[in-house]
């Protein structure tokens, strides 16, 4: 389900790395937001911390939060995140993310 989420609403997947990447990231998504044709992120509902999980995109979700920006995810069950991880679906989705084709509904 792609759901557009307020990024303290999902657990980043590790801390940020490169704080050059971030502040051109803030910098891009002050002037454009989002872009149409970006990847979108996965997640999947972490029941204990009530909370999306991401599994990607540390950066994007660090630049939107400074930015007060929703984030475009797609979430996924824990068990279907369980069945899927290390798969080659899985690997494939990481690698090739689907991009955001619209703005649709912001939740």
């Not at 051109?24 to 996965?42: F, H, S, T, V, Y």
């Not at 979700?61 to 068990?79: D, F, H, M, N, T």
Request: aromatic share 10%; charged share 25%.
């Amino acid at each position: 389900m792609k759901l557009w989420l307020n990024p303290d609403r999902c657990l980043p997947p590790h801390k940020v790395t490169h704080p050059n990447k971030l502040e051109e990231l803030k910098a891009d998504m002050l002037a454009n937001g989002w872009r149409l044709g970006e990847p979108i992120l996965l997640g999947y509902w972490d029941e204990q911390a009530r909370k999306v999980q991401l599994v990607s995109g540390s950066h994007r979700w660090a630049a939107a939060q400074e930015l007060g920006l929703k984030i475009p995810v797609e979430v996924l069950s824990y068990k279907r995140a369980y069945e899927l991880w290390g798969t080659e679906e899985w690997c494939s989705w990481l690698k090739q993310p689907p991009v955001l084709e619209s703005y649709g509904a912001m939740l």
